[in-house]
């Protein structure tokens, strides 16, 4: 994953930003999406996992560590170990079922986590690392996704096609420790606190019954 170029060129696409994407947020603030009208009706007792890629995972992870019912979360690519391999950015999520359904992570990740109208891109990373994908384990998340999915497309919540791609789990491998927690281990960092912390801000507005106040932590 190419980092440097993009620290580099933090003040400026931190400029760019605050002229377009968080422009956009403020005339489009984001707002809590209907419910999966199908979900798991009899969750079991036993942990579960998902994993989604969003855009850059620093923001997926940061942000689903503050979401109650979640267990662990790990940053990571699906589908490769890079972004230059064919891997996307993404996060395997441990939550339990009980406290949080697979449908309710679904909508806190349409709803908050990213925008799922951009094609291979978010914000200012641009590419097929960065793509809207969720990785399905079994036919349950698979029926429940796709269902969504069509949910919210048929109910135009979002002024644009929804891109979201829906693929069966190949290889997750997690990133060094390095990466993960960076959210919380750099929150001044100006591409964090552009593009993520209001996102936290967001979920604690729209989800305050799911909100966890302090994060989980990758250890």
């Known amino acids: ?44 007792g036993n ?20 979401v109650k019912g979640i267990k662990r979360v790990v ?10 391999d064919g ?13 949080i359904s697979y ?5 806190i990740f349409f709803s908050v986590v990213h925008d799922p109208t951009q094609l291979n891109r978010q914000g200012p990373d641009d590419g097929p690392g960065y793509r809207s994908d969720i990785f399905y384990m079994n036919d349950e998340q698979h029926r429940i996704a796709q269902a969504y999915i069509a949910q919210l ?3 135009k919540v979002f002024p644009a096609p929804i891109v979201t791609r829906l ?10 420790l390095s990466q993960q927690d960076f959210m919380t281990k750099n929150p001044h960092l100006d591409y964090i606190e552009v593009n993520d912390v209001p996102k936290v801000a967001s979920l604690k507005r729209l989800f305050p019954a799911s909100f966890r106040s302090l994060p989980l932590q990758y250890w």
């Open 1 to 44: 994953m190419l980092r440097e170029p993009i620290m580099r060129r933090l003040p400026a696409l931190a400029a760019l930003l605050l002229t377009s994407c968080v422009a956009w947020g403020q005339e489009s603030p984001p707002k809590v999406l209907p419910p999966p009208a199908v979900d798991d009706p009899n969750p079991s």
């Open 47 to 66: 942990s579960e996992k998902a994993v989604l890629a969003g855009g850059c995972y620093w923001g997926t992870q940061g942000i689903f560590e503050h």
């Open 75 to 84: 940053a990571g690519f699906t589908g490769g170990h890079s972004d230059e």
């Open 87 to 99: 891997g996307a950015e993404s996060v395997m999520i441990t939550f339990d079922p009980k406290v």
């Open 103 to 107: 449908g309710r992570l679904l909508q």
């Open 153 to 155: 497309g048929q109910a």
């Open 167 to 176: 693929d069966p789990l190949p290889a997750f491998n997690p990133v060094p």
